[in-house]
């Protein structure tokens, strides 16, 4: 098949190693995002699609078009179109507890909580944070969550505030009831209290960081799974320089900090503190 030819199919198109590496360099040097060899069949099904939207004949044309685009916005999308934005309300329920049961205890006497979701996704993280402190927290409405994201599409989706009934499944009852609202068409959407405690913003992970902190708590779950340990040492120690002492820091349980060096003491799996 030559390069012009209408292309039906996926397998029509052809990826060759150095598009590949060319492909996998962008995504390390600005996400730190690091593709493992063997995702060539991954990438071909994502960017075989934005390909043929934007016209384009093959990965040769689009890496050139990427090239080209000074604005970078092709190279956000592209990044964007490589990223997993899986996530759930309350996902990891134990760190829900924990905040619970150890967290909220400590923070009675202060009106002035900083929270971090760091790679917040569609919006679940954040919102599940703010219902458990309206729920559990007397201050809860002057807690202030930053919650940031790479991708500007997941954010605009996270800023609506709108899921479907599917998507709230783990929401406990009452708080749905408490905290969200059911609308037209099997939707719910969080409540205007819960949502004016959370700013979000687009922010890599990997560029300079504006906020200044302290945080009280800073969650980076199911993030730093796609970066290489390098990558994760630094951002684990950034986030050290920010938190409070006394404050904390949230992994996914998939991800450990074992063989990475930093300062922050154990509390329990996923659960690190800054003494
Ligand atoms: C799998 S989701 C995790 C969502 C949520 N934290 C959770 O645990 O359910 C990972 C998110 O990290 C974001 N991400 C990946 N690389 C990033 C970077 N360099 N800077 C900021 N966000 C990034 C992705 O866009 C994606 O939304």
């Given at each position: 098949m030559t390069a012009n030819a209408e292309k039906t199919s996926i397998n029509d198109y052809v990826l060759t190693k150095e598009q590949y590496r060319r492909i996998q360099d962008w995504l390390y040097q600005?996400?730190?995002?690091?593709?493992?060899?063997?995702?060539?069949?991954?990438?071909?099904?994502?960017?075989?699609?934005?390909?043929?939207?934007?016209?384009l004949s093959d990965f040769d044309a689009y890496i050139r078009y990427v090239e080209q685009d000074k604005s970078r916005r092709e190279l956000l999308s592209l990044i964007d179109s490589m990223t997993t934005n899986k996530t759930s309300f309350?996902?990891?329920?134990?760190?829900?507890?924990?905040?619970?049961?150890?967290?909220?205890?400590?923070?009675?006497?202060?009106?002035?909580?900083?929270?971090?979701?760091a790679g917040c996704s569609s919006g679940e993280e954040p919102y599940s944070l703010s219902m458990l402190l309206f729920d559990k927290y007397a201050a809860a409405s002057s807690t202030r969550i930053l919650a940031t994201d790479i991708s500007d599409s997941i954010l605009e989706q996270a800023r609506t505030g709108i899921y479907r009934a599917d998507q709230v499944e783990d929401v406990p009852?009452?708080?749905?009831?408490?905290?969200?609202?059911?609308?037209?068409?099997?939707?719910?959407?969080?409540?205007?209290?819960?949502?004016?405690?959370?700013?979000?913003?687009?922010?890599?992970?990997?560029?300079?960081?504006p906020m200044k902190g302290p945080f009280d708590l800073i969650l980076c779950r199911n993030v730093?799974?796609?970066?290489?340990?390098?990558?994760?040492?630094?951002?684990?120690?950034?986030?050290?320089?920010?938190?409070?002492?006394?404050?904390?820091?949230?992994?996914?349980?998939?991800?450990?900090?074992?063989?990475?060096?930093?300062?922050f003491s154990y509390c329990q799996p996923a659960v690190y503190k800054r003494d």
């Open positions: 600005v996400s730190g995002i690091d593709l493992k060899v063997g995702k060539e069949n991954l990438v071909k099904n994502r960017l075989a699609k934005r390909i043929r939207t934007l016209g309350f996902r990891e329920r134990v760190h829900f507890d924990y905040i619970a049961n150890h967290l909220i205890p400590d923070w009675s006497q202060r009106r002035d909580i900083r929270i971090w979701s009852t009452h708080y749905k009831i408490a905290y969200m609202q059911r609308k037209a068409g099997e939707h719910y959407s969080v409540k205007p209290d819960v949502r004016s405690t959370i700013r979000f913003a687009n922010l890599n992970l990997m560029a300079n960081w730093m799974i796609y970066f290489d340990r390098q990558t994760q040492e630094r951002l684990i120690n950034r986030y050290y320089e920010l938190l409070r002492p006394g404050g904390h820091l949230f992994i996914g349980h998939s991800e450990s900090l074992a063989s990475v060096n930093h300062p």
